[in-house]
């Protein structure tokens, strides 16, 4: 099927503006959403890094957090870094009271693991699934993957054993934010699972 796939990145807050430039840098066409409508024009959703207890407040009010939860249950990829992972988890440690998510992704995911001394760094992440190079992660005040269901595969964790990329389905999420440093890999994957959906429900139909 012809034409650049149709994403959103949800824009109610955090680093948005990062995400839209990746995307539109691999060829997509990248649109921020914030409501119901918008939502429904794009065939895939970033759910950016930012403050997750904020974002859920706000997608609340906005009435974006049923049509996403619909969206997430109908299959539409999604891809969430650091707050965004936490949003798609379906279990959180460390919510603040009323904190909820959008879930979908079998997972337990703890906020703010890595303690304030800690709470931002860099490394040279080995992903296997996406070959060489690793991957340079920046960590800010990053949550890790403490468990997961027989659905979803890591993808990558630290040398202490924690999960910081994983993924089920058409759900990807990672604790870092690629967007900040010039990794697109796996923006790529996302838009490979959005065009290969459009491809299947082409083929059904
Ligand atoms: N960089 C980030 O997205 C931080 C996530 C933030 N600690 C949260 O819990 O939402």
Known sequence: MAG???VGVLALQGDVREHLAVLTALG?????????????AVEGLVLPGGESSVIDKLARAFGMQQ????????????YGTC??????????????EGQQTFGGLDARVARN?????TASFETDLDVPTLGDPPVHAVFIRAPAVTEW????????????????AIEQGALLGTAFHPESTGETRFHARFLD?????????????
């Open 149 to 164: 269901g027989p659905d979803a595969e890591p993808l990558a964790s630290l040398p202490d054993g924690r999960v910081v």
């Open 113 to 117: 693991v890595f303690g304030s001394q």
């Open 193 to 205: 699972r959005v065009r290969n959906r459009r491809g299947a429900d082409v083929v059904a139909s």
């Open 83 to 96: 707050a965004g992972l936490i949003l798609l988890a379906d279990r959180i440690d460390g919510a603040i």
């Open 4 to 6: 650049s796939a149709r």
């Open 28 to 40: 997509a066409d990248a649109r921020p959403v914030r409501r119901p409508q918008e939502l429904a």
């Open 67 to 78: 049509p996403i939860r619909e969206a997430i249950a109908a299959g539409m990829p999604m």
